[in-house]
């Protein structure tokens, strides 16, 4: 887990308030027609969540999840629809979003969440 937790796209958000790294990265992929957008458009509008400030309409949180699953297979150099587990670590991770893009996107392992203390 310390090399995970080393990568530094986990380590710091992009400076770009308005996520458009985050989307410039996943617009550039090649499957992101087929993928990544069908992935973000699937959401929730409970609870009035924050939704980017661009010409690619979806939820904040979802764009960033889906960010960071995006690293995760570049770094991994593994598709989730070939991954067993996934554990989520972190504080307030329980909201079920992150496993919601995941399954999106072909996950269809084990997802093990643990929540510590903000």
């Not at 996520?19 to 959401?43: K, N």
């Not at 010409?55 to 150099?77: K, P, Q, V």
Request: aromatic residues 10%.
């Amino acid at each position: 887990l310390t090399s995970f937790f080393s990568w530094e796209e986990y380590l710091q958000l992009p400076p770009d308030p308005s996520s458009q790294g985050q989307i410039r990265a996943l617009t550039s992929s090649a499957d992101f027609e087929a993928r990544w957008l069908p992935a973000l458009e699937r959401e929730t509008k409970v609870g009035n969540p924050t939704r980017t400030v661009s010409r690619l309409d979806c939820l904040l949180d979802r764009l960033n999840i889906a960010y960071h699953l995006f690293r995760l297979e570049i770094n991994s150099g593994a598709r989730l629809h070939e991954l067993d587990v996934i554990v989520e670590m972190g504080s307030m991770t329980s909201y079920a979003s992150t496993v919601s893009v995941a399954r999106s996107l072909g996950f269809v392992g084990t997802f093990i969440v643990v929540n510590s203390p903000p």
